[in-house]
């Protein structure tokens, strides 16, 4: 499933040096450090090689990760973290979801029809930021078309400049009253083009990502939908024609080109659960998921082109990051060709009891800052005692080592029995001020924790 979140920082990308991208991605993720150290320097080596020349440049390709550690400890948040402050286009794929050519399934190349449709959705939003004043100015112009009276023709015993002015200054009351919002509740009505599909099914041998047909090309008047009348308020007529006039100002065919090179240059594939697709073929027949696709997916890391809707789209020069939590096999199960294409392999340590008190505290996203926010909605000041955090933390570790390992992904499950109460009674409760301290979080906790088959199910 494609992910991008856009985000600005406050310095500009190009300026980062190594040690503040750390800085910038300590904010959201704690620990592992050799993780961040190498992502960090990938990204500067990134913006090292783009002052090159053109021809040294050419040579220089990426140096993937490969990032080992169990799950839970933050591989997926330091990738995507990574993006957001590059505002590279990044897609998150998982490797199991593929498989062989010739089975059904996905096939390995979307996973960059994935990246382009994200590059281009990037490149389209910030044209859009560009047009927005003149597509408004556009829509607002289309509007008080719609709501004054048909111009009448000048008669002949008439000043022809004195009218124009007349009907100049009827034009700019009307703007001031759109302006002003005293015109909201007039309805007015509009051609709106409907978004008319015709149903129909494309039977192949090859999957539908290949068939790169533009069917809105060959049938135009198929394609096009027709006109209806309809009937609206002045805000929404004029969203929609600020919408339409976006439209038309928007060149697509520069996007595309945008978005390719983007891509090309500064595209992330973060590629999940490498580990799944580990390991050889045995005596038992081929299988599906496993060497046959990471021959696959060899090519689009060596370097490849690859047919999408806007174009050929080289990969070259894409950043791959891999990870796998490795438990059942090694990252030397892989197939050589592959490991060599990895060569900078960072390993994350499982997270303890103080790394659980961070995450639930530090990062900007903390946990504890989310139910805080959560609850204040609601008129509740949650509070939470320092006692509270740490028991909170030795409970889900507790957890972990008992049952299966996952991770931060603990402290989820863990605050949510916890809040249980107050999340159902918050509405209806009386005393606005909720204190949470080592007391309480026993009360709600120790009872499941001790009971290590009821833990097995709710936490």
Known sequence: MPIYL?????????????????????????????????????LRNRMRRQKLAPELAEEIAPKNILMIGPTGVGKTEIARRLARLA???????????????????????????????????????????????RAAHSAEERLLDVLLPPTRPIAPDEDPVAASEQQNQTR??????????????????????????????????????????????????????KTKKRRMKVPEALEYLAQEEEQKLIDMDSVARTAVERVEQAGIIFVDEIDKIAGREGGHGPDVSREGVQRDILPIVEGTTVNT?????????????????????????????????????????ALGKEEFVRILTEP???????YTALMETEGIELTFTDDAIRRVADYASIVNERTENIGARRLHTVMEKLLDEISFEGPDLPDKTVRIDDAYVTRMLSAIVKNEDLSRYIL
């Open 364 to 370: 900007r996203n903390a946990l504890v800052k989310q």
């Open 309 to 349: 809707k806007y174009g050929m789209v080289r990969t070259d020069h894409i950043l791959f990051i891999a990870a796998g939590a490795f438990h059942v096999s090694k990252p030397s199960d892989l197939i050589p060709e592959l490991q060599g294409r990895f060569p900078i392999r960072v390993e994350l340590e």
């Open 87 to 133: 505002q590279s286009p990044f897609v998150k794929v998982e490797a199991s979801k593929f498989t062989e050519v010739g089975y059904v399934g996905r096939d390995v190349e979307s996973m960059v029809r994935d990246l382009v449709e994200l590059g281009v959705d990037m490149v389209r939003d910030e044209r859009l930021e560009e047009v927005r004043g």
């Open 172 to 225: 700019e009351r009307f703007r001031e009253q759109l302006r002003a919002g005293r015109l909201d509740t007039r309805v007015v009505e509009l051609d709106v083009r409907e978004k008319s599909f015709p149903s129909f099914e494309i039977i192949a041998g090859s999957s539908v990502e290949e068939v790169d047909i533009n069917l809105k090309d060959m049938l135009p008047g198929l394609f096009q939908g």
């Open 6 to 42: 856009p985000e600005t920082t406050r310095t500009s990308t190009e300026s980062l040096t190594p040690r503040q991208i750390v800085a910038e991605l300590d904010k959201y993720v704690i620990g592992q450090a050799a993780a961040k150290r190498a992502v960090a320097i990938a």
